[in-house]
């Protein structure tokens, strides 16, 4: 046999303002949002109540004071059932009740029999922060001196925002934000230490944290509540209010890149660079009169040597040994100085290395009677003849094959096929 209700039993649940008399195991929770002006108190109501969301310009276009009313839940069946929650197991109606900014109205009417207080600032405002302290705290805890409250920064979104664009599409008469009047996360985080309260940031435009805010409002309301009624067995699993993991800012979008049309006619194909002594940076002088225009970028990529000599810092009297002798000149001079300054160890790996860019037409290959075309390196015997057994001059023949360098009037040409090349 069922056992009877106690009358007193049922009189006190039905004057329980902490239930939900449509479902009896639904505890309801009374929320006040409260903050300065402007400060996104309304919206962050409406993206919980009505699942409200808005981008950054419908949002910044259109802020008038307003009091979300607290009647919506009476009237719109939707947001009544979008109130309904089921937090570490406990079934709830969470009741928000939004509030005037305006610090010299009176909010007395909100705050009565509230669970716990959402104390909002905007991260663009740090005047909006300054009061939590000296205004908002003591007046929260004058009214309801033992509801738990959370900290929430708003408008987080403000903080990895295009703030030009920004300002420029608030309404004409708004205060412009400025960069240096955002808040780090740290500024709300070091005000809500020193109140010993939690701390949440939020974006409506992001839809960040919202849920967040709540949740963990709850959790502190209903911890709060088990203090108060420590004989509510279901309240067992409540967590306290919980730590928020980090925003992930958006990226931003990727650079526009912008492929030119290929060349319409002859003139403007990409070999006639290779071409045009113009567009050369290297001229190469060839038994002191044939000039071959060359580019440093192909003769590097097509052989280490022209890679390392193109390294080597030439000074002013190596630029005149270029003019006057030749690349292989200086090449010369670039060893001699380093040389005379008791860099012979790097100066004769060099020349070993440099060895083959003079070139020489004289060579005849041995039994061969060809004559065929060769490089020369135009050292001074004075030098290398205390090293080893390197002769004076060098002349090294050149061959077509692979991994050779092919020089002579028809260099820059064979230099286009190179890897890395046009
Ligand atoms: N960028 C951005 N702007 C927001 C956000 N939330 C609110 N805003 C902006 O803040 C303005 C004020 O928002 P409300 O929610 O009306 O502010 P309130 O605190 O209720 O203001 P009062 O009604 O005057 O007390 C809006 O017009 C938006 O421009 C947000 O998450 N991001």
Sequence with gaps: MAREMPVWRVRSQLMDSDMDYERPNVETIKCVVVGDNAVGKTRLICARACNATLTQYQLLATHVPTVWAIDQYRVCQEVLERSRDVVDDV??????????????KDRRFAYGRSDVVVLCFSIANPNSLHHVKTMWYPEIKHFCPRAPVILVGCQLDLRYADLEAVNRARRPLARPIKPNEILPPEKGREVAKELGIPYYETSVVAQFGIKDVFDNAIRAALISRRHLQFWKSHLRNVQRPLLQAPFLPPKPPPPIIIVPDPPSNNEERPAHLLEDPLCADVILVLQEKIKIYAHKIYLSTSSSKFY?????????????????????????????????????????????????????????EAGSGQRKPCLRASTSDGILRGNRSFPGRAEVPVHGGAGRERAGPHAHRSHRGAPGGV
């Design 308 to 364: 390392d000599l193109f390294l080597m810092d030439l000074g002013e009297e190596d630029q005149h040994s270029v003019a006057g002798h030749g690349f292989a000149g200086a090449v010369t001079t670039a060893a001699e100085r380093m040389l005379h300054q008791e860099e012979r160890h790097h100066a004769r790996d060099f020349l070993l290395r440099a060895a083959s860019f003079d070139i020489c037409e004289s060579a005849e």
């Design 91 to 104: 079934s709830v109606s969470l009741r928000l009740w939004d509030t005037f900014g305006d610090h010299h």
